[in-house]
C-alpha cells in the first residue's frame, strides 16, 4: 500500500498511547476511529473529550474502516483480539513487553523469540511493522514538529515487508517524527524496555548512531550473549 | 477560577535514604527520624499536607507509612497526615480502613487516605498478587473500602479476599468519614473510576508539561457532570528541589533527581535521563527546580493552567543531606507558599 492511500487510522487501545497516536493522527489530517477493550459507551465520553474528532468504536467497526491499525493495548492482551480480525492489513505494532502492566514475562512471552514476531506468528494474516514503541507517551505528544525541523525527534521503524516498512515510516513521519529504518521485525528488541533507546527522545543522527553501533551497547551485549 | 484562599500545599517524600555531609549515606533507621524531624518543620511553617509514601526497595526507607505518620500525629497540631499513596491493590481494605482510623485518631482527625497503585510495584510479588490482576484488584478493593468508609456494618463477597457479613470495623472515627484521594497517573480509565467513586484526584505529574494534563482534568469534570457525581478541585504532585542561589538547586537537583530517575529506569528499562531532558523539565515541564521566586512562579502557572485546588511538591529525591531537604522546606512554607498565592491574586486582579 501505498502513503497516499492511507486516509482512515484505526487504533485498537484507548489508553495513554493510543489517545496520544489518536491526536497526532487527527493534526496530520487522518479520519481516525478508535476502540477500546469494552463497549463504546465505555470510552465516549473520553475520546470526545481528549480528542475531538476522533471516532469512537468497536475493534471490528475500527478495523474495517482503517486502512492502517495500529496496536496500543498492553501486550498482554494481544490474544484478545482474534487473528482473523486483522486478516490483510497493514498493522504498527505500538506495544511492548511491559512487566508493570504484562506480568512475568515468561507468562506473556516466549523466551526464544522478540514480541513484535510472536504478535505477528499470531496475526499471521496480518502485515507487521514495530514503531511508536520507543518514546514515551508525551514525548509522542509533546515532540510531534514538521519535517526540516532541527529539532524533529526520530522514530525507529521495522518489520520484514519492505513495502510495509517504507508505507509505515512515511505515515509515520506524516505523524510528525523523523525515521531510522529498518527491514528485519526482530531487530524491534533494539528499542525493547532495557535498551538504552527506551525512553529516549532522540534526533534522527542520534537515535542512528546507537542503532547502527547497537551491538556495542550493554544491552545489545545482553541480547547477543542470549541468542548464541 | 482558583480559590486562592483555600488553595493547599503539600509537601510529600518518597523516603529516600539521607546523605551525611561527608557523601555517606545514613541508614534507613536514621532516614525514618529525619523524616518525622522534617514533619513537624512542615507543620509549624504552615504547610497544609505532609505526604509519605510507601516502598519496599532498599533505596527507600519508609514500607510502613502508617507508623511513620503515627509518630508525627503526635508532634504536630495542624498539618494533614497522608501517605502517597497506599497500593490498594496489594493491600487489605480492612487493614488500610483500621489503620487510618487510628491514625485519624492519634491526629485528630487529620489522616488523608490517598489509594493509587504508585510508580512501582514490588508490593504485588511481595504480598503474593499477580500484576496481571491490577485492575481487577483495584476495582474490587476500591468497592471494599468505599463500604468501610462509611463506619457501617459491611456485607460484601469478592474475589481477593473473604466475603465479610454484616461486619463491623473499628475504630469508629470523630468525624465519621476519612478523607479520601485516588492518586493517578492519567490514565483516563483510572479518572473515570475515581469520578465514579466520588473521591478527590490527586494527578502525579512527574515529566512533561504540566498543561498536557488539562484535557484529563476537563475530563474529570465534564464526567462528575455526566455521571451526576461530586466535583472537587483537582490535586497535583511534582518534583522539586529549591534553595537560595539558582546554579545551586539546579546541579544538586540534577545530580539527585537524575540519579533516582535513572536507578528506577535501570529497573524500569528506561533510559538514563539527559541533561537536555532534565533542563527541559526544570524550564517548562514537571521538575520545580530553583529558587524560591522562580519555583514560585512556575507553581503558580500551574495552579493557574490546570485550575488546581492543592499543590504537592514531593521533596528529597535521591540522596539529599538533611541541611538541604530542611532548607528546602523552609523555603517552601516561608517564601514560595506565600509567594504563589501572591502571583495567584496579582493575575487575578490583572484579569
Redesign the interface.
Known amino acids: 500500500m501505498d502513503i497516499q492511500e492511507i486516509r482512515n487510522v484505526g487504533i485498537l487501545g ?3 498511547v493510543g ?1 496520544v497516536l489518536a491526536g497526532l493522527a487527527l493534526d496530520a489530517g487522518y479520519t481516525v476511529r478508535i476502540s477500546g477493550s469494552g463497549s463504546v459507551e465505555k ?1 465516549a ?2 475520546i ?3 480528542v475531538p474528532g476522533a471516532i469512537a468504536s468497536e475493534n471490528a467497526d475500527v478495523v474495517a474502516n482503517s486502512d492502517i491499525v495500529i496496536l496500543a493495548i498492553p501486550l ?1 492482551r494481544y490474544k484478545n483480539i482474534a487473528p482473523a480480525l486483522l486478516q490483510g492489513k497493514l498493522v504498527i505494532d505500538a506495544m511492548n513487553y ?6 512475568i514475562r515468561e ?1 506473556v512471552l516466549d523466551p526464544s523469540s522478540t514480541s513484535s514476531e510472536q504478535v505477528q506468528a499470531y496475526f499471521h494474516g496480518a502485515t507487521l511493522v514495530k514503531t511508536f514503541n520507543h518514546m ?1 507517551y ?2 509522542l ?2 515532540e510531534a514538529r514538521s519535517a526540516g525541523d532541527p529539532k524533529r525527534k526520530a522514530l525507529f521503524v521495522t518489520g520484514n515487508d519492505h513495502d510495509a516498512v517504507d508505507t509505515v515510516a512515511s505515515f509515520v513521519d506524516s505523524m510528525g517524527f523523523d525515521t531510522v529504518v529498518h527491514y528485519r521485525l526482530a531487530d524491534g528488541i533494539m528499542t ?10 532522540l534526533r534522527r543522527p542520534e537515535l542512528k548512531d546507537i542503532i547502527d553501533h547497537f551491538d556495542q551497547t550493554e544491552f545489545g551485549q545482553k541480547i547477543a550473549a542470549q541468542t548464541r | 477560577m482558583v480559590d486562592i484562599d483555600h488553595l493547599e500545599f503539600g509537601l510529600e517524600t518518597f523516603g529516600d535514604i539521607v546523605a551525611n555531609e561527608d557523601g555517606s549515606l545514613q541508614t534507613a533507621a536514621q532516614s525514618i527520624r529525619q523524616i518525622v524531624k522534617e514533619g513537624q518543620l512542615a507543620d509549624e511553617l504552615g504547610v497544609s499536607v505532609f505526604g509519605v509514601g510507601e516502598h519496599h526497595r532498599p533505596d527507600y526507607s519508609v514500607s510502613s507509612p502508617e507508623t511513620v505518620l503515627g509518630a508525627l500525629a503526635s508532634v504536630t497540631d495542624q498539618i494533614k497526615l497522608a501517605i502517597a499513596v497506599t497500593v490498594l491493590s496489594s493491600d487489605d481494605p480492612v487493614r488500610v480502613y483500621e489503620r487510618f482510623a487510628t491514625l485519624d485518631a492519634l491526629s485528630s482527625g487529620r489522616a488523608q487516605v490517598m489509594l493509587g497503585r504508585g510508580s512501582f510495584t514490588e508490593s504485588f510479588p511481595l504480598f503474593g498478587y499477580d500484576l496481571t490482576d491490577y485492575d481487577d484488584l483495584f476495582n474490587e478493593k476500591l468497592a471494599l473500602y468505599d463500604l468501610l468508609r462509611r463506619e457501617k456494618p459491611v456485607t460484601w463477597s469478592g474475589k481477593f479476599r473473604a466475603s465479610l457479613k454484616d461486619q463491623d470495623v473499628y475504630p469508629k472515627t470523630d468525624h465519621g468519614r476519612l478523607e479520601t484521594y485516588i492518586g493517578i497517573g492519567g490514565s483516563p480509565e483510572s479518572i473515570i473510576r475515581s469520578v465514579k467513586v466520588g473521591y478527590k484526584v490527586i494527578i502525579a505529574i512527574i515529566g512533561g508539561q504540566a498543561m498536557r494534563f488539562k484535557p484529563y482534568i476537563d475530563l474529570y469534570h465534564a464526567a462528575a457532570q455526566q455521571l451526576h457525581r461530586p466535583e472537587y478541585p483537582i490535586a497535583v504532585h511534582s518534583h522539586g528541589f529549591i534553595a537560595d542561589d539558582e546554579d545551586e538547586a539546579v546541579e544538586v537537583a540534577f545530580k539527585n533527581i537524575k540519579a533516582n530517575f535513572d536507578r528506577i529506569g535501570l529497573t524500569r528499562g528506561w533510559a538514563p535521563m539527559s541533561r537536555e531532558q532534565f533542563d527541559g523539565e526544570t524550564k517548562v515541564g514537571s521538575f520545580y527546580v530553583g529558587t524560591p521566586e522562580h519555583v514560585a512562579q512556575r507553581i503558580a502557572r500551574t495552579i493557574a493552567q490546570l485550575d488546581l485546588g492543592r499543590f504537592d511538591l514531593v521533596y528529597g529525591a535521591g540522596n539529599q543531606t538533611a541541611a538541604q531537604r530542611e532548607h528546602m522546606i523552609e523555603l517552601y512554607g516561608t517564601q514560595v507558599i506565600p509567594r504563589v498565592k501572591e502571583i495567584l491574586a496579582e493575575t487575578a486582579v490583572a484579569k
Open positions: 484507548a489508553g495513554k489517545i470510552i465520553l473520553t470526545k473529550t481528549l498482554s511491559w512487566w508493570e502492566t504484562d506480568g507468562e514515551g508525551h514525548n505528544q509533546e525493547e524496555p532495557g535498551s538504552p533507546l527506551f525512553g529516549a527522545s
